[in-house]
């Protein structure tokens, strides 16, 4: 204890960090440690940069910091195909397989250079430090100068060809891909992979005038789309007088399959956070929404109640819950792989596996048959899910179908909803992806990729 290294109290003698006040250190190291969570511990992004319950490394930054950092992860994932690429051309040899902090390091600046507005020279020093400050790295501080400085400066060049050439995606996710849709389908998913999706809105009345007060578009589903929007959402006319919700067209879709439900009394089993229940509701019915996550049921309930809509919420999980009486109808909008997401959420591909998708294929199935259950004989029930893959879809919905002869499928018809024709399979069951809706402008089209089927109970 007399040794001079030591404290007072005993413990080792904290040398001052030389970089502590470096500015915009805090972020990149935020940014790195993320990137590794999401892509070494497959941690889904959004619940790391959630401004509540995030990682303590976000959550120590102010709110521009974390935009940045959002920024910065969301494009690293976007085009982590092609930073990959740029990085590897810059490298005499690859890195060490388990250089996992120095590619991190590497890609975070990358992600800055080539896509975001920040000047080369800043990302390039920033990562430079950032290397320096960390024991994994500060040997590779020069690696970290050399290649950044060599991709700067053959960007112009370098990058459009990469982009033509790199796949911004895992393998498993474009062999999934490529099986179910076909080669030139998959590139085409794949391309809208790279663009952010824009803004749909589900209005209560009136699309027209809300598309020409909010500078949308009216689109074939009845919703508006925005271009890019200044600013918080919630600062938009309309939203706090409850006059519209954000909802994916093609997320507009399976609710709208129940057809005619007023006065109909409908179960919504995986409700939050409402999107659909807010439809069903505003369509007449009398609604049941099911949420097992207490935590989402109470944003399902402050969304109902934005939108001035009375439902009835159940804080239960589906296979516990006991109806007084059967259904007249049921969604049942499945928790799922969420690929057809990968515009809102670019780390999806990262963070989920093919045993993912066959885990969800599964509960959904058994969720599939509890939702007959609870149905009326006679009555219709819509299954969906924003799922790109077949196992969760077509596939599902084929096999449940066929082994239970107590329900039919009950096709959705061409002209019986008009924006559905362009998505009906010979099935009559209804597939959305990022490469559908096309209105001209990439950043103005293509939807989330979603399936959706109805089948009946047998009277
Ligand atoms: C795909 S999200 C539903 C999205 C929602 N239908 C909408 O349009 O806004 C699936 C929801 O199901 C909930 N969930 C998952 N398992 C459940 C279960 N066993 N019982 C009830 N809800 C469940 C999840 O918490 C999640 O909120």
Redesign the pocket.
Known sequence: MTDGRRRAHGGPARKPDPFAHTPGLASRKAAARLLAAIVDARTSLDGLTDHENGHPQFLALDMRDRALVRAILTTALRFRGTIQALIDARLDRPLPANAHALSHVLHVAAAQMLFLDVPDSAAVDIAVTQAKSDPRTSRFAALVNGVLREIARRKERALPAALAEAVDAPEWFVERLENAYGKTQAAAILAAHRIEAPIDLTVKSNPQDWAERLGGTVLPTGGVRLGTVEGPITELPGFAEGEWWVQDAA?AIPAQLLGDIAGLRVA??????????AQLALAGADVTA????AN?ARRLSANLERLGLEVEIVV????AFEPTTAFDAVLL????SSTGTVRRHPDVPWTKGPEDVAKLAALQAR?LARAVEMVKPGGLIVFS??SLDPLEGEALFRDFVATRPDTVPEPVKPGEFGFADPFLGDDGTVRTTPAGLDLGEPALSGLDGFFAARLRRRS
Request: charged share 20%; aromatic share 4%.
């Open positions: 997320a919504d089993l995986c409700a939050a956070p409402g999107g659909k229940t099911l949420e097992i996550s989402r239960s999980d589906l296979f909008d499945a928790p799922c969720m899910n924003c």
